[in-house]
């Protein structure tokens, strides 16, 4: 049996507090969010294809962490992704400072020869923050549905950057912005 190449992704996670306000958010409908390592995330990039240059990929995250202090986002609204399984997300609204820095990680990876999956460059990038994903289409739509019910627009912060290995997803590194104010 061939083994699965592994892949990463470059994710800023939500702040404890800001993870803790969704969390209590969401758990006035119920859904597969609720599983206790429900960890919303915006990434900024997936990486699929094998690569040799993971030192390149901890650098990149090591200088935005340097470089970039938290960000606050503004979830405006709720979207699918279409497909066989469809992606239920919340939606930022966007903003200047955030695509900038969605360009910047973007153009490091492809100047380290990696490349990311088409959705994650520079061209197709739509920020989110995953909520359900991999379940039938009728459960995505009955929690979309649901949500939209109790669900409001909000500031969240995202407070770290992180590089994750995946299938399973393992954190490589987790790193706290430190750089100056992302408003």
Known sequence: MEEEAKGYSIELPLSDESRERLRVKLSEVEGPWQKKKFTPHLSFAVIREPTDNIEAL????????????????????MGIF??????????????D??????????????????????????SQWSPHITIMMGR??????????????????GEYELDKIELVEFHPAVKMEQIVLSGPQNR
């Open 82 to 95: 279409p497909g066989k399984r469809p992606v239920f997300t919340l939606m930022p609204a966007w903003s």
């Open 136 to 153: 039938p289409r009728r459960e995505v739509g009955a929690a979309m549905e649901a949500l939209s019910r109790v669900w409001w627009p």
């Open 97 to 122: 400072k955030l695509l900038k820095a969605h360009h910047l990680v973007a153009d490091q990876i492809s100047a380290a020869g990696i490349l990311p999956i088409p959705y994650y460059r520079k």
């Open 58 to 77: 901890r650098e990149i995250v090591q200088r935005f962490a340097k470089d970039n202090g938290p960000f606050v986002i503004q979830l405006s609204s």
